[in-house]
């Protein structure tokens, strides 16, 4: 049984998925599916996807609207494992961003999001730090921010779908 679905949602990024691609297959941890949630791009998404080859890849065509957020959502709906993952197709991880996530949800935690490195064209980059965990409570991100990126966020599937998912208001 696969242990992570991973969604990523996608328009028109055909240039960047292969790298977000290319970081989930060399996750240390392999029990993992991806969901690749295509807003009808008109770019060669489709190719960038069908040339990996990659079995545990699953695309499906879906009309967003403009909202990310029901891309997400429909992904989520696909889900089957007990643990999801949220990737932007033009976002990539490290290699054992799943394996160490992982670690923190079998020791009991129900979301895992970790800081991140934003890196521009010119190779400059900036470390983003999600937090503290204080500002992780339900009534804050509710109703104060949000502290929490999907590229960052591993949670246990039962709880998102208890959530009901995403919002999608525009």
């Known amino acids: 049984m696969t242990a992570v679905d991973i969604v990523i949602p996608t328009y028109n990024h055909a240039r960047?998925?292969?790298?977000?691609?290319?970081?989930v297959i060399a996750q240390s941890f392999g029990s993992w599916r991806a969901i690749i949630v295509n807003n009808?791009?008109?770019?060669d998404t489709h190719d960038?996807?069908?040339s990996f080859a990659e079995p545990r890849f699953t695309i499906v065509d879906f009309a967003n609207?403009?909202?990310?957020?029901?891309?997400?959502?429909?992904?989520?709906s696909l889900a089957t494992a007990p643990y999801v993952a949220f990737l932007d197709s033009d976002d990539s991880w490290y290699p054992r961003k799943l394996e160490r996530c992982l670690a923190s949800l079998d020791d009991g935690a129900d979301v895992v999001c970790h800081g991140e490195r934003w890196t521009s064209a010119d190779g400059t980059?900036?470390?983003v730090v999600y937090g503290p965990e204080r500002?992780?409570?339900y009534s804050r991100l509710r109703c104060r921010h949000n502290c929490v990126s999907t590229s960052a966020g591993?949670?246990?599937?039962?709880?998102?779908?208890?959530?009901?998912?995403?919002?999608?208001?525009p």
Do not use: M, P
Not at 16 to 23: E, H, K, P, Q
Not at 68 to 74: D, G, K, L, T
Not at 154 to 169: I, K, N, P, T
């Open 16 to 23: 960047f998925i292969g790298d977000a691609l290319r970081s």
């Open 40 to 43: 009808f791009s008109t770019d």
């Open 48 to 50: 960038v996807v069908a």
């Open 65 to 76: 609207h403009g909202i990310i957020a029901a891309a997400r959502h429909h992904g989520l």
């Open 125 to 127: 980059y900036r470390d």
């Open 135 to 137: 500002n992780a409570r």
């Open 154 to 169: 591993v949670a246990r599937r039962a709880l998102l779908a208890e959530l009901r998912g995403f919002d999608e208001r």
